[in-house]
């Protein structure tokens, strides 16, 4: 066992059991039938919970046509259990199965999903929440809300899509771009796909999920971006959000009345419910569409998804989760780095490839970095979408002026921008660093922390 991991493991640490099986099945979206990808046959699959510092072992039985993995987004485990194919394990074959089994470090809102091609914009996504012995002092009860955008088993394949792409290469079909999203607030483009629905816990606007909340009941939401290629706005249109987490970890609470959440981030924000029926609204940005999930006093009339809310909502200032500050607990110590490592973001080339460094994913191609340092990555936007980067097996503080950003895992990179983030380096490994957009990271947009000797 290597010594980080011996370090993780707690004396008679609990260990908690989990059987998960990929799978293809009917889902009902809400008035819409879609035949899919899944974990388990649901969709959301179902949540995984857990203490900080628990054993997690999942057997991963892989029923699919094709090979698929696991990746526990957020988590820094051991690395043969990071679930990247062709880096720290093999795929998943079809028909075979794996065990996953890694100590789970941080308390917090994570998630997990394949590393595997595009099938993330498939199904196969659930929840994983790491709890603290210590929360609950600020909120009542909880409700764990996944977004997604949708298009598989209703219009196109996730593949056929990035296959469009890739023909289609640089600036889409003529007339294409006319069409795609724009996004004031991700300054530029806000997708490269358009989706016949997005859902909020596996459900359309439509037929949203209701939740029996009573008034003054203070809920903690626990909101994950399992998009591909979509941004939310979410609010509580006639309560406000006091914001406490960001990607697991705790920030200094702020006040908001609408977050902004790339794909791969996740945020967490306490409600008060008010009398009556509210809905957790998320609206995809860039796109005339919105999903939610409605909270209701159990007297109460569920208030409808619709139009209307959406135009509330969309005239509330919005909080970007870079602007939050990690709380004291939660801050990493403040030191030069002693190795910087600059990213350039550029994309689409011709057959739609996204580089960093001007080149594509080269698994044998790694930014070194050597146990104990302090690291600094620069990400440097210079195309005309925004990136939600991603660092697999540590946390990141974002550095701002005061050099109190948050932590997280996954932030967003706005066109023409530039975002620094500091990490130690105390997780040895070979670590993915990614574009959260699955098309833009399965088109080249991935490199990898490397830890050399
Ligand atoms: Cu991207």
Not at 160 to 181: I, Q
Not at 380 to 393: A, E, V, Y
């Amino acid at each position: 066992m290597a010594e980080v991991e011996r370090a993780r493991r707690l004396a008679g640490a609990r260990s908690t059991s989990v059987a998960l099986n990929a799978v293809t099945a009917q889902v009902d979206l809400g008035g819409v039938q879609a035949h899919t990808w899944t974990y388990g046959g649901q969709l959301p699959g179902r949540e995984i919970r857990v203490r900080r510092g628990e054993i997690l072992k999942v057997e991963l039985k892989n029923q699919l046509a094709e090979p698929t993995s696991v990746h526990w987004h957020g988590i820094a485990l051991r690395n043969d259990m990071d679930g990247v194919p062709g880096l720290t394990q093999g795929g998943i074959a079809a028909g075979a199965s794996f065990t996953y089994e890694f100590v789970v470090p941080d308390a917090g809102t994570y998630f997990f999903h394949p590393h595997s091609g595009v099938q993330l914009d498939r199904g196969l996504y659930a929840p994983l929440i790491v709890e603290d012995p210590d929360d609950g002092a600020d909120y009542d009860t909880e409700l764990v809300i996944v977004l997604d955008d949708w298009l598989d088993g209703v219009d196109r394949t996730p593949d056929a899509v990035f296959e469009e792409l890739k023909k289609n290469g640089m600036g889409g079909m003529p007339g294409m771009t006319m069409t795609m999203p724009k996004s004031e607030l991700l300054g530029g483009d806000a997708g490269d796909v358009s989706y016949p629905h997005v859902l909020a816990n596996g459900r359309t606007f439509r037929d949203p999920q209701a939740v029996d909340v009573r008034a003054g009941q203070r809920v903690r939401l626990r909101l994950i971006n399992a998009a591909a290629d979509t941004a939310f706005r979410v609010g509580v249109p006639g309560a406000g959000l006091r914001v406490t987490h960001t990607d697991g970890f705790p920030v200094q609470a702020r006040e908001a009345d609408v977050v902004l959440i790339g794909m791969g981030e996740r945020l967490d924000a306490v409600v008060t419910m008010p009398a009556g029926s509210v809905p957790v609204l998320a609206v995809a940005e860039g796109r005339d569409q919105y999903a939610g999930v409605v909270l209701r006093n159990p007297d109460a009339r569920a208030v409808s998804v619709d139009d209307g809310i959406v135009k509330q909502l969309m005239a509330l200032p919005v909080l970007m989760p870079t602007s939050l500050r990690a709380a004291e607990r939660a801050a990493l110590p403040v030191k030069d780095p002693d190795v910087v490592h600059d990213l350039v973001l550029e994309g689409p080339g011709d057959k739609y490839t996204w580089t960093i460094n001007g080149k594509v994913y080269d698994p044998d191609d790694g930014l070194p970095v050597r146990e104990g340092q302090q690291v600094r990555l620069k990400f440097d936007n210079r195309s005309q979408m925004f990136h939600p980067m991603h660092l697999h097996g540590h946390t990141f503080q974002v550095r701002t002026d005061a050099n109190s950003g948050p932590r997280k895992d996954t932030v967003l990179v706005l066109p023409g921008r530039s975002v620094e983030v500091d990490f130690h380096a105390d997780n040895p490994g070979q670590w993915l660093t990614h574009c959260h957009n699955v098309y833009h990271g399965e088109a080249g947009m991935m490199s990898l922390v490397s830890y050399v000797e």
